[in-house]
């Protein structure tokens, strides 16, 4: 199968990542950021041993900055699938300088890898809605799992405002496949605010999202969008709009 790809080229800054930051703008950031500062440190208490997965996205750097202004005791972690653009990589390595924390890095099953490239190719991911679905399920499910065992709730940077799939995002939720609480802090943020809060305290931030990249996830399924078209748009372009998650936030359907 064929996939073509549309990328815009130019380097020009992409005016979302750069909202002015005018006195209600301000405000509405210094209100959300005290509402979820203090809902992390409740977090904290009702589950000590909470972790934090950082997607490594505008959103879950800004979370980082609240965890670590103030010195909250949440483990961050990310998964590595192996697959993702350089500017990520870059991104970690900036921000444990910046945060001088280190994020604790989850690999996918090298074997199950192996056998899933040698059976199917490459970049197999292109050729069917099931073959993406399991090469995300080796490199993120399978380690997103792994990370969440033994956990009491995990929190993510997810927002209401992102996609169609994720507009009834509640701030709390019973994660049911990995059986334990998922904490949404940032659901009711707006884009401006998240990148207004990274603009007020200079959040380290992926540098593809200058480039019109406004979701970031695997270098071969992630492409750049056009102005106007919706946030999740340039993830996995090639497949029907309703269906894109990658199985870390799918919700388990308990009626048969
Ligand atoms: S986003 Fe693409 S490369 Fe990454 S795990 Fe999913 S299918 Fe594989």
Not at 29 to 57: D, W
Not at 91 to 96: D, F, G, M, Q, S
Not at 173 to 192: A, F, H, M, Q, R
Not at 197 to 222: M, Q, W
Request: proline share 5%; charged share 25%; net charge neutral.
């Amino acid at each position: 199968m064929s996939i073509e790809v549309s990328i815009i080229n130019n380097k020009a800054s992409n005016p979302a990542t750069l909202p002015t930051l005018t006195e209600e703008l301000r405000q509405s950031i210094l209100r959300k950021t005290e509402k979820t500062s203090l809902f992390l440190k409740q977090a904290v208490v009702e589950f000590p041993n909470v972790t934090f997965a950082n997607s490594l996205g505008a959103e879950d750097m800004v979370l980082t900055d609240i965890i670590s202004r103030g010195s909250l005791p949440i483990e961050i972690f990310s998964l590595d699938t192996g697959r993702l653009p350089k500017e990520t990589y870059d991104l970690i390595t900036e921000a444990e300088s910046h945060y001088q924390k280190k994020f604790k890095i989850y690999f996918p099953n090298f074997e199950k890898v192996e056998d899933y490239v040698n059976t199917n190719g490459i970049n197999a991911f292109y050729q069917s809605t099931d073959l993406r679905k399991a090469c995300c399920f080796i490199r993120k499910v399978e380690p997103l799992t792994r990370a969440l065992a033994s956990k009491q709730a995990w929190i993510t940077g997810m927002r209401a405002e992102q996609s169609k799939t994720r507009s009834d995002l509640p701030f709390r939720e019973y994660d049911s496949s990995n059986k334990l609480e998922k904490l949404n802090p940032l659901s009711d943020w707006t884009e401006k605010e998240i990148w207004g809060y990274i603009r007020i305290h200079s959040v380290p931030y992926n540098k593809l999202h200058d480039e019109f990249y406004p979701s970031i996830g695997c270098a071969p399924c992630t492409r750049a969008i056009a102005m106007g078209e919706d946030i999740r748009a340039g993830r996995w372009w090639w497949e029907d709009e309703n269906g894109k998650e990658c199985g870390l936030h799918v919700k388990q359907n308990l009626n048969p």
